[in-house]
C-alpha cells in the first residue's frame, strides 16, 4: 500500500505542494495529475515524474487514491463526472476542500466508500504544512496509515475525532497562515515607519517569526513562558505586549477565529444543499 498508486483530481496550489513534497520525501509510487488546463498540467508534470491529463476519468482509471483538489464550489460537478468509475474500482477519496462534509462527498459518488477529508495548509508548498485528517468508518488502517504519509510528506498531521473538528482545524492550521502573514505584514510596515528599509525589515520579521516558531515546537516552554522570557521587568517588550492587551489583540483573535469557524460551517450547509 505504501506505494499506491494516486491521482489528484485538480493540478493548482495545493495539489502542486502535496506531489512536490510526496516526490522529494522519496515516494516512487504512480502519480497522476488532472486538470482542465493543460498549462497548470505543463508546469506541474515539468522536472517531476508524473503522468498528467485532462481527462478525470482517464486519470482515475487504475488509482488505489484518488485526491480531490479542486474548489469546494465546483466538488459536486467533478464528483458527479466520477461516480460510475468509483463505484467500480472503490479507491480511497481523500478530499482537503474546505467546509465540505465526508458525507456529502459520498453521496455526490454514489455513495458506500472510504473517505479522508484534510484540511491542509499553504506551508505544504514548503514541506511545513499542518494537515487535520477525518476518517468515515469504510477506511481501513492502511488507508489512514497511507493518508498520514502523504500528508506527513509535506509537513505534520493529526487525526481527528470528530469531523466538526474540522471547522476548529480550519480556524486555527488551515486558514492560520494568512494571521500570521497579516501580522507580519503590519510589523513590516511598522518598521519602515521607525526608520527601517523595506528589504530589511522583511527580513528581520521573517526570521524573527520563524525563530519563535521554532522555539515553540522544539524549546519545550509553552508560548506564554517563551513571551514573558522575553520581557525584561520595565523593559521595552512589557512596553508593547501591554499596549497590545489594551488594545484587545486576544479579543480580536479569538473573534477572527470564531468567525472563520462559522464559515466553514456555513460552507458544510451551503455545499451539501448546492446553495453556494
Ligand atoms: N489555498 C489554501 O490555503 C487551502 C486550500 N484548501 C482547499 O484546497 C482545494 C484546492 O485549493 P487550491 O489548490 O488553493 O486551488 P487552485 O485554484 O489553485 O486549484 C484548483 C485546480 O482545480 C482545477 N479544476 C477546476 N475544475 C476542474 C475539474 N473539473 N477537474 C479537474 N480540475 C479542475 C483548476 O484548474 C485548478 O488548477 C480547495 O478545495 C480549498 O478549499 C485547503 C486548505 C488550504
Ligand atoms: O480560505 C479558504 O476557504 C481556504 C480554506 C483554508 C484556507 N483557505
Same mark, same amino acid.
Given at each position: 500500500m505504501a506505494q499506491a498508486s494516486m491521482v489528484f483530481i485538480g493540478a493548482g496550489n495545493m495539489a502542486t505542494s502535496i506531489i512536490s513534497g510526496l516526490l522529494q520525501s522519496g515516494y516512487t509510487g504512480p502519480i497522476t495529475a488532472t486538470d482542465p488546463d493543460q498549462d497548470k498540467?505543463?508546469?506541474?508534470?515539468?522536472?517531476?515524474?508524473?503522468?498528467?491529463?485532462?481527462?478525470?476519468? =482517464? %486519470?482515475?482509471?487504475?488509482a488505489d487514491v484518488v485526491i480531490l483538489?479542486? +474548489? *469546494?464550489?465546483? @466538488? +459536486?460537478s467533478v464528483c458527479q463526472g466520477l461516480v =460510475?468509475?468509483?463505484?467500480?474500482?472503490?479507491?480511497?477519496i481523500i478530499s482537503i476542500a474546505a467546509g465540505l462534509e465526508?458525507?456529502?462527498i459520498e453521496q455526490w459518488l454514489g455513495g458506500n466508500l472510504a473517505?479522508?477529508?484534510? @484540511? *491542509?495548509?499553504? *506551508?505544504?508548498?514548503?514541506?511545513?504544512?499542518?494537515?487535520?485528517?477525518?476518517?468515515n468508518t469504510r477506511v481501513s488502517d492502511d488507508q489512514k !496509515?497511507?493518508? =498520514?504519509?502523504?500528508?506527513?510528506?509535506? %509537513?505534520?498531521?493529526i487525526w481527528v475525532e470528530k469531523e466538526h473538528h474540522l471547522h476548529a482545524v480550519t480556524a486555527t492550521s488551515g486558514s492560520g497562515p494568512a494571521y500570521f502573514f497579516m501580522f507580519m505584514e503590519a510589523m513590516q510596515k511598522s518598521a519602515e515607519s521607525l526608520g527601517l528599509s523595506a528589504d530589511v525589515a522583511a527580513k528581520l520579521v521573517g526570521q524573527t517569526a520563524l525563530g519563535a516558531a521554532q522555539m515553540v515546537l522544539n524549546s519545550g516552554d509553552s508560548a506564554e513562558t517563551l513571551r514573558k522570557k522575553v520581557c525584561? *521587568? !520595565?523593559?521595552t517588550t512589557e512596553r508593547a505586549i501591554r499596549s497590545f492587551e489594551q488594545d484587545g489583540l486576544r479579543a480580536a483573535v479569538q473573534q477572527a477565529m470564531i468567525a472563520c469557524a462559522d464559515r466553514s460551517e456555513e460552507m458544510a450547509r451551503e455545499l451539501a444543499s448546492g446553495d453556494q
Amino acid at each position: 500500500m505504501a506505494q499506491a498508486s494516486m491521482v489528484f483530481i485538480g493540478a493548482g496550489n495545493m495539489a502542486t505542494s502535496i506531489i512536490s513534497g510526496l516526490l522529494q520525501s522519496g515516494y516512487t509510487g504512480p502519480i497522476t495529475a488532472t486538470d482542465p488546463d493543460q498549462d497548470k498540467l505543463n508546469q506541474l508534470a515539468s522536472g517531476l515524474d508524473i503522468q498528467t491529463t485532462t481527462d478525470n476519468n =482517464e %486519470g482515475i482509471s487504475g488509482a488505489d487514491v484518488v485526491i480531490l483538489a479542486v +474548489k *469546494p464550489q465546483v @466538488m +459536486k460537478s467533478v464528483c458527479q463526472g466520477l461516480v =460510475e468509475a468509483v463505484q467500480q474500482s472503490r479507491p480511497l477519496i481523500i478530499s482537503i476542500a474546505a467546509g465540505l462534509e465526508s458525507e456529502t462527498i459520498e453521496q455526490w459518488l454514489g455513495g458506500n466508500l472510504a473517505v479522508i477529508r484534510c @484540511m *491542509p495548509n499553504t *506551508p505544504a508548498l514548503v514541506q511545513t504544512g499542518a494537515s487535520g485528517l477525518y476518517a468515515n468508518t469504510r477506511v481501513s488502517d492502511d488507508q489512514k !496509515n497511507l493518508a =498520514e504519509m502523504v500528508f506527513n510528506a509535506v %509537513g505534520i498531521s493529526i487525526w481527528v475525532e470528530k469531523e466538526h473538528h474540522l471547522h476548529a482545524v480550519t480556524a486555527t492550521s488551515g486558514s492560520g497562515p494568512a494571521y500570521f502573514f497579516m501580522f507580519m505584514e503590519a510589523m513590516q510596515k511598522s518598521a519602515e515607519s521607525l526608520g527601517l528599509s523595506a528589504d530589511v525589515a522583511a527580513k528581520l520579521v521573517g526570521q524573527t517569526a520563524l525563530g519563535a516558531a521554532q522555539m515553540v515546537l522544539n524549546s519545550g516552554d509553552s508560548a506564554e513562558t517563551l513571551r514573558k522570557k522575553v520581557c525584561s *521587568p !520595565n523593559g521595552t517588550t512589557e512596553r508593547a505586549i501591554r499596549s497590545f492587551e489594551q488594545d484587545g489583540l486576544r479579543a480580536a483573535v479569538q473573534q477572527a477565529m470564531i468567525a472563520c469557524a462559522d464559515r466553514s460551517e456555513e460552507m458544510a450547509r451551503e455545499l451539501a444543499s448546492g446553495d453556494q
